[in-house]
């Protein structure tokens, strides 16, 4: 259960940096969306859906490793 927790926590954000790509690469191609008022405006729109995205993955990743890192470090202390 914990698992399937954490890959929803983690699809979430990579739709967003999906969508966030797909707004920039529409903004080059000239494919405006009628939902942003200005073409710049949703370059910046995808750039930051891109950012929010990708930072929640990488704190996830870094958070895990830190937290397995010391529990590596606590079970070597036992044994010794």
Request: no cysteine; proline share 2%; glycine share 8%.
């Amino acid at each position: 259960m914990n698992r399937l927790i954490a890959v929803l926590m983690l699809l979430i954000p990579g739709v967003l940096s999906a969508y966030g790509i797909k707004l920039m690469r529409d903004t080059l191609f000239n494919d405006f969306h009628p939902i942003f008022f200005h073409i710049g405006i949703q370059f910046v729109a995808g750039f930051l859906f891109f950012l929010i995205g990708i930072s929640f993955i990488g704190g996830f990743i870094v958070y895990r490793d830190r937290k397995k890192q010391s529990e590596k470090r606590k079970n070597m202390d036992q044994d010794k």
